[in-house]
């Protein structure tokens, strides 16, 4: 075979896989044993990863060190998910349009989304928290949903727009030539053969506003019944103490419901990413 790899290749690229897993499961294998220990023993020396006093209850116990636990839970999915689809109204559009019209200024306008995407939300907390008060969003979903979504749409018209120029325009073409209009086309002809790139674009923008809500829950937000996982797990830093087992396993779970809408969705996000790869 002309790319067979030789012995020493298949090393090098196994050991490259491995040291990168490694970093990766660290964290997540660190955090679940000290989820698994007692408090007085999560700094005992000397370090040993696994004890004989390991045990569930941290994950019992944290339910009523924290009782809105599951309020925090829900909230969070509640606001990726309401990002995700305000991102997805917007981006599907300016994706088409960018990929589809010739118009001044459409390179600038994509030059300038990528500008965006550079610049991190705390550069512009200021600006939005005043912004949210004049708009009377504070202390309400809102005022965590429209930020959100606002930095996750950048991201998503690229991803999209790529997709998009892979489409034959002969499809928009034959459904204009029987009388449809761009609108009918974009919904009944466009969309249908873009649904393996959407569900791409879906995810990741669900699994980066999920992981981006802290700061403008902390900034924007005062009610505790609103706020989400990231800040509701500030409850387990106590005044004299952090609770670092009980903090660990409601991290844990709280990343439970984004590992499973990616495990029942992986086929469409590899169907999206590998689309277009082979020229037919």
């Not at 499961?25 to 698994?36: G, I, K, R």
């Not at 949903?145 to 034959?168: D, E, H, K, N, W």
């Not at 506003?209 to 019944?225: I, K, M, P, R």
């Not at 670092?244 to 999206?272: C, D, K």
């Amino acid at each position: 075979m002309i790319n067979k790899y030789r012995w020493w290749e298949l090393v090098f690229i196994y050991a490259g896989m491995a040291l990168f897993l490694v970093f990766v499961l660290a964290p997540f294998a660190e955090a679940f044993f000290v989820s698994m220990r007692p408090i007085d023993a999560v700094f005992r020396i000397p370090y040993r990863f696994f004890t004989e006093d390991m045990s569930f209850q941290a994950y019992r116990d944290m339910w009523t060190s924290v009782p809105m636990l599951g309020r925090y839970i829900f909230n969070s999915l509640f606001i990726a998910l309401c990002v995700t689809l305000l991102a997805l109204f917007c981006i599907i559009p300016a994706a088409y349009s960018f990929s589809r019209f010739e118009y001044r200024m459409r390179d600038g306008l994509l030059g300038a989304f990528l500008a965006i995407n550079m610049i991190g939300a705390a550069v512009l907390i200021i600006p939005l928290y005043k912004l949210m008060m004049t708009l009377g969003l504070l202390n309400s979903y809102l005022s965590m949903i429209i930020p959100g979504a606002a930095f996750t749409v950048p991201t998503g018209i690229f991803l999209m727009r790529s997709y998009f120029l892979r489409i034959p325009k002969e499809l928009e073409e034959a459904a204009i030539v029987d009388g449809a209009s761009r609108l009918y086309t974009l919904w009944r002809v466009i969309l249908p053969v873009s649904l393996p790139g959407i569900m791409v674009v879906a995810i990741t923008t669900f699994i980066n506003a999920y992981a981006q809500q802290f700061l403008f829950a902390l900034t924007f937000n005062s009610v505790n019944a609103l706020n989400p996982l990231p800040v509701g797990l500030y409850q387990f830093f106590g005044r004299q103490a952090v609770v670092w087992n009980e903090l660990m396993a409601a991290s844990l779970v709280g990343i439970l419901p984004v590992l499973i809408v990616y495990v029942f969705l992986q086929r469409y996000v590899v169907a999206g990413l590998t689309s277009g790869a082979v020229k037919e």
